[in-house]
């Protein structure tokens, strides 16, 4: 359907009033409107509302079917996805799900293994439409030595097909050992990387938070914290950041994943900790298909109670950017998953009430964590940007959002991309216990 070659155009697409800035329309109760794309060399050379009346010979008429953005998905672990077969979580729990990937870790992440995963992952997420993702990366001892160099060599593989942004990630009690953290800053600056770490409520915890701002500064790092996985009230790691962040001036853009615990916690110390994110100018990323499978997790075989997401309809309300993302995929911490960011939209909808109004949800997994990795021109329509978006079957939400969209055709610098995913069975050779 797609033309192969030249300039085409695209008319009676459906555009979303959120992704689609610059284009002048009557917008629907849902944010759509009806529009035409010109595509000129890769590129998007004009959108403008639909016209019945000037229809370009040759146009192709979409039907009003819903063209998205390319997807940014900005919270992943491409180095621990799909190692599921080998290295089950033994009862869905987040410490079953530690203790199972800190041990196929030390046994099995050769960089043969952590290469062909990556390379797996991104195949899939390109399929789906992904444009651009962050991935963390274990880097405890001596693992960072071994996924580093992967990750780089992964990096320049998929550039101009998937913008690839890699961050540490270890435990913050690892920031203890000044002088081995220090040297793991150097080796991440090198690699154009993002200082991160998952944070406790250690008692030294400021403390550590300081050095770890400080390192960020003296690279000019931007940082990503794993914040508060639990259902623990007394977790309060998300508002130890924001002060961290306020009182060192730190100046980089700061994303903060999970905040599950804030979900429990009594309103004034929720209202507390939401003002001091707003005004540190922290972003927060939700990883609702994760913290479904992981949060409220029962050993007596009783039924979850809550959903383990954070509250992203106050922070969005405060004008804090909000995101969502994949997280893991077939690993200990999250048994499924593909990097499928239609489907993390679409349980993201359903966990998290993304509509009734819409309204600018869809930036949360676009031109919002676009903005969070710095991607200028990513996860928006516009003329002059790169003509790299998805054609759904969908004409509405309810269409969009009830199935799978396995037949969503994905353009690429104005080309429709070969779709196939990769097959489970490559990796057969990796998972022999
Ligand atoms: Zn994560």
């Known amino acids: 359907m797609i033309p192969t070659t030249g300039s085409y155009h695209l008319i009676n697409v459906r555009l979303h009033a959120s992704l689609s800035p610059g284009l002048a329309a009557t917008f629907n109760?849902?944010?759509?409107?009806?529009?035409?794309?010109?595509?000129?060399?890769?590129?998007?050379?004009?959108?403008?509302?639909?016209?019945?009346?000037?229809?370009?010979?040759?146009?192709?008429d979409l039907g009003g079917r819903i063209v998205l953005p390319c997807f940014v998905d900005c919270h992943t672990h491409i180095d621990k996805g799909h190692i599921w077969p080998r290295k089950p979580n033994p009862d869905g729990t987040f410490i079953g799900a530690l203790n199972a990937t800190g041990a196929d870790r030390v046994a099995r992440w050769s960089a043969d293994d952590v290469a062909r995963r990556m390379d797996f992952s991104l195949r899939s997420a390109y399929a789906h439409g992904t444009?651009?993702?962050?991935?963390?990366?274990?880097?405890v001892a001596p693992q960072e030595e071994i996924s580093w160099p992967v990750f780089e060599t992964m990096r320049e593989a998929w550039r101009g097909r998937i913008e690839l942004q890699g961050a540490c990630l270890l435990g913050i009690e690892g920031v203890r050992d000044k002088k081995w953290f220090d040297r793991l800053a150097k080796r991440v600056a090198a690699a154009k990387g993002v200082l991160g770490v998952v944070t406790y409520m250690v008692p030294d915890l400021e403390e550590l938070l300081d050095h770890v701002f400080a390192q960020a500064i003296k690279h000019g790092l931007d940082l990503d914290f794993h914040a508060d996985e639990t259902d623990d009230v007394?977790?309060?790691?998300?508002k130890k950041i924001a002060e961290a962040a306020l009182w060192n001036g730190f100046e980089g853009k700061i994303l903060v994943g999970h905040c599950c615990s804030l979900a429990r916690q009594p309103d004034l110390e929720v209202l507390d900790t939401l003002d001091k994110v707003a005004k540190a100018g922290l972003a927060i990323v939700s990883l609702p298909m994760c913290n479904l499978y992981l949060q409220d997790r029962r050993s007596d075989s009783t039924t979850p109670r809550?959903?383990?997401?954070t509250?992203?309809?106050?922070?969005?309300?405060?004008?804090?950017?909000?995101?969502?993302?994949?997280?893991?995929?077939?690993?200990?911490?999250?048994?499924?998953g593909d990097l499928d960011m239609l489907e993390v939209y679409r349980m993201a909808t359903r966990i998290l009430h993304f509509d009734h109004p819409v309204a600018d949800w869809p930036q949360a997994v676009t031109a919002t964590p676009?903005?969070?990795?710095?991607?200028?021109?990513?996860g928006?329509?516009?003329?002059?940007?790169?003509?790299?978006?998805?054609?759904?079957?969908?004409?509405?939400?309810?269409?969009?959002?009830?199935r799978p969209e396995s037949d969503r055709i994905v353009v690429r610098a104005g080309r429709a991309i070969d779709r196939q995913l990769p097959d489970y069975a490559e990796l057969d050779g990796l998972m022999v216990e």
């Open 306 to 309: 809550w959903r383990g997401v």
């Open 311 to 336: 509250l992203l309809h106050e922070m969005r309300a405060r004008g804090i950017p909000v995101a969502v993302a994949s997280d893991n995929t077939r690993d200990p911490f999250y048994a499924y």
């Open 370 to 378: 676009a903005k969070v990795m710095r991607l200028d021109g990513f």
């Open 234 to 238: 007394a977790a309060i790691s998300l």
């Open 29 to 60: 109760r849902d944010g759509f409107a009806l529009a035409d794309i010109t595509v000129d060399d890769g590129k998007i050379s004009s959108i403008a509302a639909h016209a019945a009346s000037r229809v370009p010979a040759g146009a192709i």
């Open 380 to 402: 928006a329509l516009a003329a002059g940007g790169a003509a790299d978006f998805v054609l759904f079957k969908g004409r509405s939400w309810t269409e969009l959002l009830s």
């Open 131 to 139: 444009r651009a993702l962050r991935t963390h990366i274990d880097s």
